[in-house]
């Protein structure tokens, strides 16, 4: 009797079983397997499919899936138009999704002029998702009588016209653009100097000379400019120093300040330390 109870309610399992699998859509079954693929490979899904290539199974399981690109996301541009994005990519809506070539598509958009960096991935079944970080404009660099935009960092964004971004600060000298990390500290110690630097030279391949509004220029020593420009910024809060006819503040010596008068006070003054 017990064999006969176990022998029916293994019959009854094999029924539900068959009738559940075939309750459940095949191209659902194929999706599932392919996200399995994808997240859990340690290698991309680009290069499992080249390596097999001559496999007809796996490209005929492709095409049965049909995922087509139906939609191109393109997050965190500011300066890159998106039509330079698209045609960095070469994708159209269309193309098969899982046999597109992230790593060279990734590569083909860091070749744009504003992007240093991006990021590409699948969004099943038709999504393609592009995030691009792009550099952030940090001056006009002055060399040899032309005028290049580089980066906060210093470096060269080529084929980009500077004339678009008139209120960055213009540096000058050899070695101004691989020392502007330096300068930028430096300005940001004294936060109201700094709003009135128009622009900055970098001297002898050691300091900075600050152009400020009005034609007047701060000359910074090499050795702790930090204490120096603090230093102008107290007087200048307590003297409304930036506001006279000046045309030089040296402040190149530790123990005094040395100004160089406008056209109206043909004289050098000094100031010492308790001024």
């Known amino acids: 009797m017990k064999l006969g109870a176990r022998t029916m309610m293994w019959s009854w399992y094999k029924m539900e079983k068959v009738s559940f699998f075939n309750k459940i859509?095949?191209?659902?079954?194929?999706?599932?397997?392919?996200?399995?693929l994808i997240v859990t490979s340690s290698f991309s899904f680009t290069d499992f499919i080249n390596t097999r290539k001559s496999n007809y199974f796996i490209q005929s399981f492709i095409e049965k899936l049909n995922l087509r690109v139906d939609e191109i996301r393109v997050l965190g541009r500011k300066n890159t138009q998106l039509e330079d994005i698209i045609s960095a990519i070469n994708v159209n809506t269309g193309d098969q999704i899982l046999t597109l070539d992230l790593p060279s598509l990734r590569e083909?958009?860091?070749?744009?002029p504003w992007v240093l960096n991006a990021k590409i991935f699948i969004g099943l079944p038709n999504k393609l998702n592009i995030?691009?970080?792009e550099h952030n404009p940090g001056a006009i660099w002055v060399k040899d009588n032309r005028l290049h935009l580089i980066n906060v960092n210093g470096e060269v964004l080529k084929n980009i016209d500077p004339d678009y971004f008139p209120d960055l600060p213009i540096v000058i000298g050899s070695g101004a653009a691989k020392n502007l990390i330096?300068?930028?500290k430096v300005l940001l110690s004294a936060p109201n100097i700094k709003k009135h630097v128009t622009a900055a030279s970098y001297i002898s391949n050691k300091r900075w000379n600050l152009h400020l509004?009005?034609?007047?220029?701060a000359k910074l020593p090499s050795?702790?400019?930090?204490?120096?420009?603090?230093k102008l910024e107290k007087i200048d809060a307590l003297n409304n120093l930036l506001l006279l006819d000046i045309e030089v503040i040296d402040l190149r010596l530790n123990d005094r300040m040395i100004l160089k008068l406008g056209s109206r006070n043909n004289q050098e003054n000094a100031l010492g330390e308790d001024t």
Do not use: D, H, R
């Open 131 to 133: 995030k691009v970080i």
């Open 108 to 112: 083909s958009l860091i070749g744009l």
């Open 25 to 36: 859509n095949k191209k659902t079954v194929a999706y599932a397997i392919f996200i399995f």
């Open 223 to 230: 050795e702790n400019p930090f204490i120096a420009i603090k």
């Open 182 to 184: 330096e300068l930028q």
């Open 213 to 217: 509004e009005g034609k007047m220029i």
